[in-house]
């Protein structure tokens, strides 16, 4: 069964702080992965989509790499504000999937003024 | 460019009802995927439809159906409400084979069944 893993659930951070999330995923075969932000009871805001083809992504403060071989992508945040607070879902897709996007549970950040 | 867009935003519904609820995808997209999320959950993948047809499913009873429409819109119905199917469900949209199959998604409907 193809999963997809974030830890941590819930991180709080001072601002101004560098942080990092991590995502992991238990099948390599994997064609992107994308994170996304999410507010309380909103939608969801893609952040990065890397290709498999892919180490990282940058946009900003924010740069996202990719280790299929591993099955691990991390999302890093650098100098972090209290804008960023939110949840940060990795979702990935499997080649064998037909283009359904499996999550993981996000991870839920607050950064304190 | 438009995003994504959903029809309504919040619902109220009693248990057994029908729903119906309606996403416009992004210029240019002309796949659309439905997702439940539950609350403090990651979003799960209901189907998804090309050129208005079903072209993958999830673990979702037949209850849940839906429709595609020739200008790329997209409506999910859901049957015999249950309590159990209060959630966000967002819409995406994506342009299927353009190499970059990322998804742009909707702000999505909040259902309550009571």
């Known amino acids: 069964k193809q999963e997809v893993t974030q830890i941590p659930a819930a991180l709080s951070v001072p601002e101004g702080e560098n942080l990092v999330l991590n995502c992991s995923f238990t099948?390599?075969?994997?064609?992107?992965l994308q994170w996304f932000r999410q507010d309380p009871g909103k939608g969801l805001t893609s952040l990065l989509l890397?290709?498999?083809?892919?180490r990282e992504q940058t946009s900003g403060r924010l740069n996202a790499s990719l280790d299929k071989s591993s099955g691990r992508s991390t999302l890093y945040i650098a100098a972090s504000q209290p804008g960023d607070s939110a949840t940060y879902l990795c979702?990935?897709?499997?080649?064998?999937?037909?283009?359904?996007?499996?999550f993981g549970q996000g991870t839920e950040l607050s950064v304190k003024p | 460019e438009t995003g994504v867009t959903q029809s309504p935003t919040h619902l109220i519904k009693t248990r057994g009802q029908q729903v119906t609820l309606r996403c416009s995808s992004q210029?240019?997209?002309?796949?659309v995927s439905w997702y439940q999320q539950a609350l403090g959950q990651g979003p799960q993948f209901i189907f998804q439809?090309?050129?208005?047809?079903?072209?993958g499913r999830g673990n979702f009873p037949p209850r849940f159906s839906g429709l595609q429409f020739p200008n790329y819109s997209s409506e999910l119905n859901v049957n015999a409400l249950e309590l159990d199917d209060s959630a966000l469900y967002l819409c995406?949209?994506?342009?299927?084979?353009?190499?970059?199959?990322?998804?742009?998604f909707g702000s999505g409907t909040r259902l309550t069944v009571v």
């Open positions: 890397i290709q498999s083809s892919q």
């Open positions: 099948d390599s075969a994997i064609y992107n």
């Open positions: 979702a990935v897709g499997f080649y064998n999937q037909g283009g359904k996007l499996i």
């Open positions: 210029s240019g997209h002309n796949t």
């Open positions: 439809y090309y050129r208005e047809e079903e072209n």
């Open positions: 995406a949209s994506s342009h299927r084979g353009d190499g970059n199959y990322g998804y742009t």
